[in-house]
């Protein structure tokens, strides 16, 4: 069965102040990797899709990689406002995801 | 990607009582979920909202309990049937399938309160 674990659980950062979320992730064959933010009230955004090992995506202070058995999505000097929960899910059958458990990121001024 | 509209967005029920929240995609989609969350804590899958047949329910989840429509690509109904304290929760549905890779797309929630 696919395991996802994200670490930490919640991350309290200092504006400005660069770090990385982490993704570790057990499946029977990689078939890519999503990252999704969540607001306070809020259904998950859509963030980025990772399809294979040694991809990156950016957005804006984000930047999101995959090796073979982990993604780390990478913040550069955040700002409050990406202060939310972000989860990382790895594709299953039929379309549906297993998601993991999220890491809860705080971004002081 | 495709924009996911629910309702209602909260709700305050009785026990026993039933409610239907409905999901509404403003694209077709392939594929239509229903999950839920609870405060401070990750998703639950509950069911795959299969259009216009039966849905596939995730383990420890019944139709009986979580009855599900889907009568087009569009649109979805879940309903929480005899509900107890326990179904007080946050209700998401996603839509997938619009890109090639099926990442999900999720409504706003319904946040529900039995009393």
């Known amino acids: 069965e696919d395991q996802v674990t994200q670490s930490p659980e919640a991350l309290r950062l200092q504006e400005g102040e660069s770090s990385s979320l982490n993704c570790s992730y057990t499946?029977?064959?990689?078939?890519?990797l999503f990252w999704y933010r969540q607001d306070p009230g809020k259904g998950p955004e859509f963030l980025f899709t990772?399809?294979?090992a040694g991809e990156e995506k950016e957005k804006e202070r984000l930047k999101a990689t995959l090796t073979k058995k982990e993604s780390f999505l990478h913040i550069t000097a955040p700002k409050p406002e990406d202060s939310a929960t972000y989860l990382c899910a790895v594709p299953r059958d039929a379309g549906k995801s297993t998601f993991g458990d999220g890491t809860t990121l705080t971004v002081k001024p | 990607s495709a924009v996911i509209s629910q309702k209602p967005s909260r709700d305050i029920c009785q026990r026993g009582t039933s409610l239907t929240i409905q999901c509404q995609v403003d694209?077709?989609?392939?594929?239509m979920f229903w999950y839920r969350q609870q405060p401070g804590q990750s998703l639950t899958l509950i069911a795959t909202?299969?259009?216009?047949?039966?849905?596939?329910?995730e383990s420890g989840f019944v139709i009986d309990k979580f009855p599900i429509s889907r009568p087009n690509l569009t649109f979805s109904t879940l309903t929480v049937s005899n509900m107890s304290p326990e179904d007080s929760s946050i209700y998401l549905c996603?839509?997938?399938?619009?890109?090639?890779?099926?990442?999900?797309?999720f409504g706003p929630g319904t946040r529900l309160t039995v009393l």
């Open positions: 990772l399809y294979s």
């Open positions: 996603s839509g997938a399938g619009t890109g090639g890779y099926n990442e999900q797309f």
């Open positions: 694209s077709q989609v392939t594929m």
């Open positions: 499946v029977s064959g990689l078939r890519g």
């Open positions: 909202a299969n259009q216009g047949s039966e849905a596939t329910y």
